[in-house]
């Protein structure tokens, strides 16, 4: 391979990814509100909204972010740490803005084996009453969110 | 169902003979009931048995190191400490004749002896002031008084120190955790049965939650406890982030990646703002387990002091770095 296929490839490489991203909408700019760190949603709590039950595989549960842990409803985006455990099967959960249609994106992937595991997300809301969606892919799986921080 | 009688012993002991009416089987008697330190010379001590089933016994207190002043009934009495030493209470109840009461191991009696210190009155003195303090809204914070004295209680107010019209329910120890909307002034009474002293005022200053814009920065680690001292094992490591890797001062968060280097043993590490007083929150920031080096990005919350706490929830000290990319402020 030559110094020229090389740069083509890159070339073609990148002009996919900015289709790509290209296709997905901008909103914005937002100013970040930095918030004391705030458990908002433990699905190894009793059922309710932002509690139980614990996910099964290929579902989807709404939650309700603003207006709790001092997100306010005006919020836009939020600055969550996604932490799952007891996962039955490897598997992984996108987060997005409730009310669209799943993204193909992925927020976090884990195994079985792993007792507990965490990942930083900035995530969109909508303005539903229940206005973040999560899909578990596989298994069963419990699910914490912990907001450190919104945009708005 | 007490019936008094027989000898009566004041100053120096009291008794008499009580009959259960109508009771049946081994008479019993608690062991005494009383204060285990007393000041010298107080008054209204008191103290107490509890009896039960058996007939008729012949029971008395007896005391050494003190006055019994009054009965309310046999079982308990009131009693005046001396001056200095200890008291002795003793309860005794035995075999009242031929029909009296049966006793456990087939005995004629039961008593019971309890000592009591004398121990002298030091009046309560603040050895350290509770402290203010700046915390963003929605933020905990632990305020504490040191104080020294006998017997200490504590009863935590909001308002200017002597002024006693809004007492904290429940806030009756040393520390008490505080999450106030808006910044509230605070103070402790401390109290003890010869005299009270007040803390100074402190004042929970609170910081709302204001925009912020993000700045960034060169990737720079700002903290790295490998060859140095780990986060503590349960414990909680106070780092001061402005003013390091170009944070500015008076940034409210960072954007930082955390790792977790080759931990021994399982947990997690919250973080959270500081000062180190500010009351860890439920929540979480990275899980690990043994062996495995692990990264979590995070937005952190940074305290009114330019601080940030590293919890570390686990059985073992854990080697841990924090990776900052940018701030907001």
């Not at chain 2, 100053?11 to 009931?33: D, H, K, Y």
């Not at chain 2, 009591?116 to 003195?125: F, G, H, K, M, S």
């Not at chain 2, 780092?239 to 790792?259: E, I, Q």
Request: charged share 5%; hydrophobic share 40%.
């Amino acid at each position: 391979m030559n110094k020229h296929t090389v740069s083509r490839l890159v070339l073609f490489t990148l002009a996919g990814l900015l289709g790509a991203v290209s296709a997905a909408a901008q909103t914005g700019p937002y100013q970040f509100f930095a918030v004391a760190p705030c458990r908002v949603v433990d699905t190894r709590n009793p059922n309710s909204t932002n509690g139980g039950p614990i996910f099964n595989a290929g579902t989807q549960r709404d939650f309700a972010i603003r207006g709790n842990c001092g997100v306010p409803t005006s919020a836009k985006a939020v600055s969550l740490n996604v932490t799952i455990t007891g996962a039955t099967q490897g598997s992984f959960l996108t987060l997005w803005p409730s009310g669209g249609a799943r993204p193909v994106v992925s927020t976090i992937n884990f195994t079985f084996s792993d007792p507990a595991l965490a990942n930083g997300a900035i995530v969109g809301l909508s303005t539903s009453a229940s206005d973040l969606s999560v899909y578990n892919s596989s298994g069963n799986v419990h699910v914490i969110l912990d907001v450190t921080g919104y945009f708005q | 169902m007490l019936r008094s009688g027989g000898p009566v012993q004041f100053p120096s002991g009291f008794g008499g003979q009580f009959n259960i009416v109508n009771a049946v089987g081994t008479f019993t008697m608690s062991t005494i009931t009383a204060s285990s330190t007393v000041a010298p010379n107080s008054t209204g001590n008191t103290a107490s048995v509890t009896t039960a089933n058996g007939g008729t016994v012949t029971f008395s207190w007896t005391i050494t190191g003190g006055t019994i002043t009054s009965a309310s009934n046999i079982t308990s009495i009131t009693y005046t400490a001396g001056a200095s030493g200890s008291v002795v209470l003793r309860a005794t109840a035995y075999k009242n004749g031929t029909n009296g009461a049966t006793f456990p191991n087939g005995g004629v009696g039961i008593t019971d002896t309890k000592t009591v210190t004398i121990v002298t009155c030091t009046a309560p003195a603040i050895s350290t002031q509770p402290q203010s303090v700046g915390v963003p809204a929605g933020t905990g914070v632990t305020l504490s008084v040191g104080a020294t004295g006998t017997s200490l209680t504590y009863q935590w107010y909001i308002g200017t120190s002597g002024v006693t019209t809004s007492p904290i329910g429940g806030a009756t120890a040393s520390s008490v955790n505080v999450t106030p909307s808006s910044t509230t002034t605070y103070w402790v009474r401390v109290s003890n049965s010869c005299g009270t002293m007040d803390s100074a005022a402190a004042t929970v200053t609170v910081t709302p939650i204001a925009a912020a814009s993000f700045y960034l920065l060169t990737p720079c680690r700002i903290l790295d406890t490998r060859g140095g001292a780990p986060v503590p094992a349960n414990g909680v490591m106070n780092l001061v982030v402005t003013g390091k890797c170009a944070v500015a001062a008076g940034a409210t968060s960072a954007a930082v990646n955390v790792t977790v280097v080759n931990p021994s043993t399982s947990g997690f590490v919250t973080l959270y703002p500081g000062p180190a007083n500010t009351v860890l929150p439920v929540v979480s920031t990275i899980n690990y387990t043994p062996g495995r080096t692990l990264a979590n990005n995070a937005r952190i919350t940074i305290g009114v002091d330019g601080s940030i706490n590293i919890f570390n929830a686990a059985s073992q000290p854990l080697d841990f770095l924090i990776d900052v990319s940018g701030y907001f402020k």
